[in-house]
């Protein structure tokens, strides 16, 4: 743990999987950020059945441009990790256009090097970048059995 960033930013599964797993490249945010270099990525808590078939769908059309590698399992919906730290990524810029498939916000935080962790951290979540070590002892997430997924 102290080899990781000190901020965080929280991103919704299924989407921080994706980031990790799925070639996701951009964060898409209603605000910009002057933020730069490798940050913690922090699934939230919440997600809703709707949410994890709205990302199928978006990522069923981003994969006719882009297409994953094969194999690539999105794990059930009872199987992605959630309330913790799952791993880190680079951000590189924040734009407010790019040719990224995964582009859709208003801004966007350009992402490199996303590397997940072998070890999830259970860590309450926050809005905007969080000092993640702050919140350690308020978490109260447990770790889901990870179980089969859907190929993307």
């Known amino acids: 743990m102290i080899d990781l960033p000190e901020l965080a930013i929280s991103v919704r599964q299924p989407w921080s999987w994706a980031i990790l797993h799925a070639g996701k490249d951009i964060e898409n945010r209603d ?76 801004y966007g935080f350009v992402l490199r090097q996303p590397e997940p962790l072998l070890d999830f951290i259970p860590v309450k979540g926050a809005l905007g970048f969080f000092r993640w070590r702050d919140n350690l002892n308020a978490a109260t997430a447990a770790k889901p059995i990870p179980a089969q997924g859907s190929l993307l």
């Not at 270099?37 to 882009?66: N, P, Q, W």
């Not at 399992?73 to 734009?95: H, K, N, Q, S, Y």
């Open 31 to 106: 605000w910009p950020t002057k933020v730069r270099g490798r940050v913690c990525l922090h699934a939230s808590k919440g997600m809703t059945r709707d949410e994890y078939e709205d990302f199928l769908d978006t990522a069923h059309h981003i994969s006719l441009r882009r297409p994953f590698a094969p194999g690539l399992a999105l794990p059930e919906f009872e199987g992605l990790l959630r309330g913790g730290i799952v791993g880190t990524v680079e951000i590189v810029d924040c734009v407010a256009d790019s040719t990224s498939p995964w582009f859709f916000g208003r």
